[in-house]
DNA sequence: CTTCAGATGCTCT
DNA sequence: GAGCATCTGAAGA
């Protein structure tokens, strides 16, 4: 199956953001893939968003790879242990993501229940398989991405996204999470999601 | 189901 | 030194 190509990545992010809903992000790991649907996201615009990390083009040694060529990883540490995952959008200059926030496990479910819990699939809880890859830190444990992974090109392995296939259900959207900082931006309905 | 506290370290001022 | 695009386990309803 063919990679999403850079030109997908290089529009406005409230559409790549709505688009990538359905995707397959897809992860080469230890020899094994790992692959998980894409069922939550949310947009970050530099030029206009006060949530973003840089915002109005604030550029630091964390932000310099938002203002890289769109099909970028962006990878950082937050709360001092876990990892987000956004892939980088618009064209190179504008500094713009989305943040990848939930996955549905297609393959691999078992190295990742390991690399999230220690543990085997069938010794999970019920409420820990509910809530197995809802919410971006989780994403990152589960297919061990930290921050070595900041800049990596997402045309090429070991971390890249596979084209929608199939259909999906209605698209709903609301306002991000974990951003009450952001003053007017905090009420933006630039979260996207789809029901599993 | 809900709230709540605590863990933890990097980044920027 | 302050703050952060989070998660977990425990406890209560």
Redesign the pocket.
């Known amino acids: 199956m063919e990679r999403l190509p850079r030109d997908f990545y290089n529009r406005d992010t409230l559409t790549v953001a709505r688009d990538l809903l359905g995707c397959v992000l897809a992860r080469e790991y230890a020899g094994e893939l790992l692959l998980g649907r894409i069922t939550e996201t ?1 947009a ?1 615009i530099g030029r206009c968003d006060k ?3 840089a915002y109005h083009y604030k550029r ?4 310099e790879t938002l203002f890289a060529r769109p099909g970028t990883a962006y990878l950082y ?6 990892t ?1 995952l ?1 892939l980088v959008t618009e064209p190179e200059g504008e500094p713009a ?1 989305v ?1 990848i926030r939930g996955l549905e496990p297609l393959a691999g479910a078992e190295t990742m229940a390991r690399l ?1 819990f220690g543990r085997d699939l069938g010794e999970l809880t019920a409420y820990q398989r509910k ?1 197995f890859l809802n ?4 994403v990152c444990k589960a297919m061990s991405l930290d921050r070595t992974l900041d800049g990596h090109d997402l045309l090429t392995p070991p971390l890249y996204v596979l084209p929608r296939q199939g259909e999906i259900g209605a698209i709903r959207c609301g306002p991000r ?3 009450d ?1 952001a003053q007017e931006a905090k009420d933006f309905p630039w979260r996207f999601w789809i029901e599993v």
Do not use: Q
Not at 60 to 63: I, K, Q
Not at 77 to 82: A, H, P, R, V
Not at 135 to 138: C, E, N, S
């Open positions: 949310e970050y949530a973003c990390h630091t040694r964390r932000t540490l937050i709360y001092g242990m876990y987000c956004n993501a943040l999230r809530n919410g971006p830190g989780k999470i974990g951003v900082y």
